[in-house]
Structure formats: structure tokens, C-alpha cells
């Protein structure tokens, strides 16, 4: 996921008091009704929670604390001391402990929640794809929104707005600045959808640039290195992303770029839980999560640091991936075609008729 700066939004700690309802004044006090549950209904409930106290149970046997794992970037003790206010506040809202688990990269991450050597994990989009498909034991709780309330981001191609390039049909031909392959909105995100939509970046521009990261990229279009790059924008383009925080900087004029393609709105990662997890742990784990920003704003800043933070936690959905899922999967095989009719004998080939090559310059392109 794209790098997002830390904010320092002042949020309120003042809570409401719950208010405590009583009986009305003077109201008479409403006749009791007798009624007997049917032995049936009261067996199977019973049966009920005694399995469900019984998997319950069994859960709390194996893990006598949750173990929430994180990407570590700056080192494991310096990231598990900024990431203590969070792991408190999680285990205030708990009936066991709570433990970090610093892991060194996503796959590692992604491995540790599939093995259930963590039951919680702080993902980006494609590792909770990842590891969803890899077991389908893994269900997102929240995801952090940014200080404008945006779920997510779009990935884009822009270039320069002085340039001749005005939209991405006239890009064909053009030098495309990529960041590094690790980066998912400078480079797996274009570069695939790109593929979906029937252009292969590798044969469609006359190169592809590599460059140190998205800022890079876009820096390139004024170096002379290349005509069109691909960076991350806000959903209003304005707010927060690469150009953005290039024009923050001082280092991009306002209306110097433009952009020529946009992808559909990227989520941020989520935090997610293994499906095994109990289920009032879930609805504790949810509701701290999604009151985190009044009820702890040190905890969020602690855990949404590296993010546009500021908005809080939202309510997140399975199917809101759809669209990291759909890239990461592999492309459809072709449809297989009928075999030609054979042709009727025409008598021998003249002895110096080419044959036919195979993938010609004429086959279609997909759209």
C-alpha cells in the first residue's frame, strides 16, 4: 500500500455518559406473564451453547493470548514501542492478553495468520487477498479511512500537460516511468489492469523506465527520461497522494501534469482476523477498532501512522477486494477454437510455396 503521512488531527476525547433509564414515576408495574419454553426448544438451546461454549473453550485452550502480527520497517523494537498504545487499548477491550508479532515482510505476514501463528493481522490490500485465497480462513474487520473519509485510492497515468500525450491512445509508443516491483499503485496495479483492458504495457510503450518509487516516476516526465508515469491519487485527486504531496513540497506546480488513465478505487488494507477466532471476540475486536478515533486517539495514531490517517476505522466487506482479487488472478486461458475443416486434396504444393508462419503480424490484438 501506498506510503501515507502522519497527520496530527486533533480528535475529542469527551465522551457522552450513558444515560441510565428508570421506571416511570407513579406507572404501575406491568402484570407478569407466565411462560413455559417447550422441553425441545429449551434442549436445543441448551445444546447450542453448550457446543458453542465447547469450540469457545477449546479456542481459548490453544491460545491463551491474541498474537497480532505487523509488518516491521524500522526495526522490531522500535515499531513494537511505537505500536505499545495500540496493543494496550486492543487488550482493554479483551477477556485475554495481547501480543505483537513482528514479521519482516507481507509473505511472512501472510504465512505467520495462515499457520495460526497469529489470529490478527495489520494487512495492505494484496496480502489479505493473498492469504484469504491461500486458506479462506481469514475475514477483514476494519479497514483505516483517511483524514477526508476516502476508503481507498486510484492508481493513475499522467503526464506532462504541456505535452502532446492527452490521452492514453496517444500514449502508444511513449516511455511508461514504473516504480519497483513491489509497488502496488506505481506499478503491479497499471501494469495489470492495463493487461485486462487489452494493452500489454511491455509491447504498447517503446520502454519501460524503472524508478525509485511513484515521486520519482513523475519527476521523470521533466527530466527528459520519460513521457508518461504512473503514480496514486486521492478519489478527488486533490487530497492527498503523490502529486499532492509533490505540489506540498514545492516540487510540482498545480496543473503541470495530467492524467490520461485512472483505475478503479483501491482499498486500503485491512486489519483481519482468522475465522476461527470466536465470534464475540470479533464483535469486540470490530466495535474497538471502529471507536478508536474518540475512544483512544493515541491508539490510532500509533497504528495508522503510516498511513493518511486521521479518518478512523470503518466497516469493511469481503467483497470490497474484488477488484485486488481480480488482478491477482491469472488471466483466462484462451477459448479453445474448433478445428479447421479439412481442405480437399488440391494436388501437390508448387515446390517453392512458403509456409504459412505461425503468430503473423496480422493476428488481432484483444480489446
Not at 8 to 14: E, I, V, W
Not at 255 to 281: K, T, Y
Amino acid at each position: 500500500m501506498p506510503p501515507r503521512p502522519i497527520t496530527g488531527l486533533a480528535r475529542s476525547r469527551n465522551r457522552v455518559p450513558a444515560r441510565r433509564w428508570g421506571p416511570l414515576p407513579h406507572a404501575p408495574d406491568p402484570p407478569r406473564l407466565r411462560f413455559r419454553w417447550p422441553t425441545a426448544v429449551l434442549l436445543a438451546l441448551s445444546l447450542s451453547a453448550l457446543a458453542t461454549g465447547g469450540v469457545h473453550a477449546a479456542w481459548r485452550d490453544d491460545h491463551a493470548v491474541l498474537r497480532v502480527g505487523f509488518l516491521t520497517t524500522a526495526g522490531v523494537g522500535y515499531d513494537a514501542l511505537r505500536l505499545e498504545p495500540f496493543r494496550a487499548y486492543l487488550e482493554s477491550w479483551l477477556p485475554l492478553p495481547v501480543e505483537l508479532v513482528a514479521l519482516a515482510s507481507y509473505a511472512a505476514l501472510v504465512d505467520a495468520q495462515v499457520t495460526d501463528r497469529v489470529q490478527y493481522a495489520i494487512h495492505s490490500a494484496t496480502s489479505y487477498v493473498t492469504a484469504a485465497e491461500a486458506c479462506d480462513c481469514v475475514e477483514p474487520l476494519a479497514l483505516p479511512a483517511a483524514f477526508d473519509g476516502a476508503r481507498g485510492f486510484h492508481a493513475i497515468l499522467v503526464t506532462r500537460a504541456d505535452g502532446a500525450i492527452a490521452t492514453l491512445a496517444d500514449a502508444e509508443g511513449a516511455r511508461l516511468a514504473v516504480a519497483g516491483e513491489d509497488s502496488v499503485a506505481g506499478r503491479l496495479v497499471p501494469m495489470k489492469l492495463l493487461a485486462r483492458e487489452g494493452i500489454d504495457p511491455e509491447v504498447y510503450f517503446s520502454t519501460i523506465v524503472e524508478t525509485a518509487g511513484p515521486e520519482a516516476a513523475v519527476t521523470a516526465l521533466f527530466t527528459g527520461v520519460a513521457d508518461v508515469a504512473a503514480a496514486w491519487s486521492s478519489p478527488t485527486g486533490q487530497n492527498f497522494g503523490v502529486l499532492a504531496a509533490m505540489v506540498g513540497d514545492g516540487v510540482l506546480g498545480t496543473g503541470q501534469v495530467r492524467s490520461v488513465w485512472a483505475s478503479p478505487l483501491i482499498p486500503f488494507g485491512p486489519h483481519a482476523v482468522r475465522s476461527d477466532v470466536p465470534e464475540e471476540l470479533k464483535v469486540q475486536l470490530a466495535a474497538a477498532l471502529t471507536q478508536m478515533a474518540t475512544a483512544s486517539p493515541e491508539a490510532l495514531d500509533a497504528v495508522d501512522r503510516s498511513t493518511i490517517g486521521g479518518g478512523g476505522f470503518v466497516a469493511v466487506a469481503d467483497g470490497d477486494y474484488a477488484v485486488i482479487e481480480a488482478l491477482m488472478a491469472p488471466p483466462a486461458p484462451p477459448e479453445p477454437t474448433a478445428p479447421a475443416e479439412p481442405a480437399e486434396p488440391a494436388g501437390p504444393a508448387a515446390p517453392d510455396a512458403p509456409a504459412a508462419e505461425e503468430g503473423s503480424a496480422f493476428s488481432p490484438r484483444p480489446d
